[in-house]
């Protein structure tokens, strides 16, 4: 292959050949033949040496496997092994478009000696959660003059698999840290009296009540029979249902209602795990993609990112699949936790939800507010701020009667926007652990 | 490799002067380096601007004049208005001298005129042209010990020969070899031969320059780099540390001064107003990921002692003697095997002694013709590329490489389509038997579900 370098190389002689043949100038002819022989001259030897399959490439990386927002090295083995050297080897390794070059930079020009190799390193940030690859690597052989060349594309994909961000729990743990109250501040238990070994109270004995439980001293003090309370802190098991239908991928890059999403369910499943509550996740849009049921295994927290980092915003929602699916591998009572955008239909909605109240579950549906997603108000102009207004006031009319009909079952609708998303989960979550919805 | 970098730029700087200076010298005996040349074309362009406006604005204002007036104005009006446009003008119209009493003058001298004035342009023109050749090959000539980019290697060795291109066209004495020695000592000390290979010599040399540059430069930048970005880094999470601690921090010009904007991921935090002000602290994001990444970064260098090496490929760098030698070689081998094979192509006798011509053509004119060149030109030309690609499909090339998956992983990834394929299926088969169902209870107008009931309501109101 020629470069363009050679093409100025060819202009110019055939330049000066035309010219000389014009003006029958024998000069221009000489110089023309000295630079299209020039041009051409070393081309066989060139192609004898630059063997391409003679580099072999070899991509490492540390972690196949990492949080949105880590970083990376990625290391590149450039090896000569044919008995030539190459002049001049351009490599490029490529990386995901969104992620960002931190240190370091991905390519190297250089000329490579027989048997020998280069490395070289450099440092990206992985961003955004997904399947992603690194690679190809292309390799550019070029000779001296830089005349010709040839391309080869080698060692086709590394793939990453980038859990959605971690941030949300670091920032957690940091401001529980910082107000020296443990992991646990501001949490409430499930508590059951009765039984258990923890001491809550006294109160009057009641016929039936255990006499083992009678505190007689206390009796004797007051003059009535008095029985001494315990509690014991029971769990709850919630169940995250993220919807990931096509309408949920709106808003801006990073900041989509499926993020947001995906940024409480991992929330959720970490504060459940901390304080060993059952937290399942089901990631479903027209079928479900994914569900790990509720769980406290070690690797639970990783299933559950595998399945979140996997989730791509298309399809629609069939909320009715997606919960026979669930309430078919879950026996005990679980709070639903619904993230979902409510922008189907609404009658497959109820009826899902008929069926989840009537296999004795609890629900609720924290709703992201599609235009609170998008761009904001003050970016428009005066026509569309007065479409983009009356849209909004459409679909909020339209989800007034959603949550109007869903609270019949006893399930409420949070509509949430982009900085009220994560508070309310937690919110949620302290609630039901008040009110023990759904212990085991 | 700076240090051959910098011989092989003094070679290109040599090779291009002794290249101009041969051009200069050999077109010298036409007397066309007139160094006042470029003034006097602008001048000329200008005289003649001057009076196509002069002869257009005068026959509109007599136009105007007799439109309005219904009468061709008098000669006095005409000549105070020629005399007034004349006063004003600040460049005479070519070949007007005093102002003119009417129209009739006015076209009459503008006829005369306006040939006499091409013609001086076009002589001009020529003069010009060989300057600003000069002017821009010396241009792209210093461009392209800077840049290193072969555009104005190229860009430099063009003008350099327009200008003998030109100078061929206005049919002045040029340099040329005719008649082609037949004497191979004879044509290698010729003075044309030598500007000839002296012009060759340039391109050669600026593109191993080139080579040499790129082959070095981008090692030696990426160490620099990687040290600016470290540097940019400890710095930001320093100051990071000043305003936590409360301290003053007084200035955000660091990332000017230690080469932080070229950081792109430090810039962005700079540009976002993130590092170096106390609402920085806000953005917690931005901040944990420029101190995550300091982490990062030490711990790499702690753990790996290769690590540093590697990001900087400080390995990579070819050694200076090699390619050295090599540049001597590759060259040397270049300028023999090009000054042999054009001697064999342009010498008429190599041609008859080749090739059996017929007597016709073997005593004609045409074989001291330049246009004979093809016939040997254009096949060996064409035998360069035919080698190199026989040589290509005889040696192992593939041109992508795709990475094949284990038994496991394809077993994997067909389960995993099956699975989901299964999934949908059942789907599919549920929201059919649920339409159905929906379907036969709407037949049935007493046995309305509740729930159903609870929706309609809610949507009726």
Redesign the interface.
Known sequence: MIT??GF??TF?GV??LT???S?????????G??????L?????L???TA???GIEVDRQIDKVKVFS?D?L?I?VTIRNISRRHF??IEVHDQYPETW??????NF?????EPGSS??????L?ARMRGRYFIGPTEVIMRD???FHY????????TEVLVYPTW?DV??MEALGKQRQLGLMFGAHRTKTVGMGSDFVGFREYVPGDEFRLIDWKTSAKRGDMVIKQFEMEKNIQVICMVDTSGSMGNGYPENTKLEYAIRAAVLLTHIGLERKDLIGTCVFS???HSYVPPGTRPNHMYDVLEALAGAEPRGWS?Y??AI?YVVQQTKKRSFFIWLTDLEES??PL??AM?ALVANGHKAMVISPFGPWFEAPVGQFGPVEKVLSEAVSEELWERRN?IA??LA??SIPVVNVGPEDFLPTIIKTYEQAKQKGVAMF | MRVVTWILRIASMATFAGMAYFVYSLLDSNDIWHWAAPYDFVVTVFRLLSLLLFFMTSTMINGLAAAFSGSVPNDVIVGLYNTLVLRSWYMQPYGVSDPMTNLADVWSSFQSNLASVLTALWDNTFLFLYFLFAGIGIALFLQSLVRMD??FV?GA??SI?SI??LA??KLLV?????P?PSDFLVFLSNN??I???I??AY??VS??M??SY??GK??ED?EE??KK??LA?RQATRKQDAIERGEKVSTTGMSRTSGATAF??LREAIERKIVGTQDALEN??AI??VR??QI??DE?LQTDS??KD??T?K????SSVY?IG?TIT?SA??FL??IA??FI??NPNVLILLLSLPPGIRYSIELL???I?LLL?VPI?LA??F???V??WF?????????KLTKEEKEAERQRKRE?AR??K??AK??KA?AKARKRRKGLETEVDE?DK??EE??RR
């Open positions: 363009q370098r100025v190389v110019a330049l000066l010219s000389g043949f003006f029958v100038n024998f000069y221009f002819i000489l110089l033949v000295y630079l299209l022989i020039g051409v001259v070393t081309l066989p060139f192609a004898l063997n391409i399959a927002g970083f090295r290391r002049d001049f960002i070059l931190a240190i370091g930079e190297i020009a250089s000329r490579i280069i490395i070289f390193s450099y440092i940030q001296r003059l830089g040839y391309k080869r594309t080698l060692k086709a994909h941030k670091r920032r027209d079928i479900v069939d009715e699949t026979s609404p009658a109820l009826n008929k009667k109007q009909a019949r079952f | 072969h555009k190229g060795f063009l020969q003998l291109i061929a066209y040029v340099p040329n070899l005719d082609f044309v031969q500007l000839a290979l012009s060759f391109l050669e593109y191993q080139i080579y790129s082959v981008p090692i990426r780099t990687l970005q470290l880094l792109s991921f917690l994001d944990s990921d995550r990444l990062f970064v790499l290769k690590a590697e990001l490929a390995a990579a760098s070819p390619v090599s590759g081998i270049r095997s090009v094979i054009a192509f342009l013709q330049p246009e060149i030109l030309l360069f590329p080698a190199s690609m040589i290509t040696s192992r090339r593939e041109i992508v490489e795709t990475e989901f999934r949908r059942e789907a549920a929201r649920r729930w609870a929706l809610t949507y």
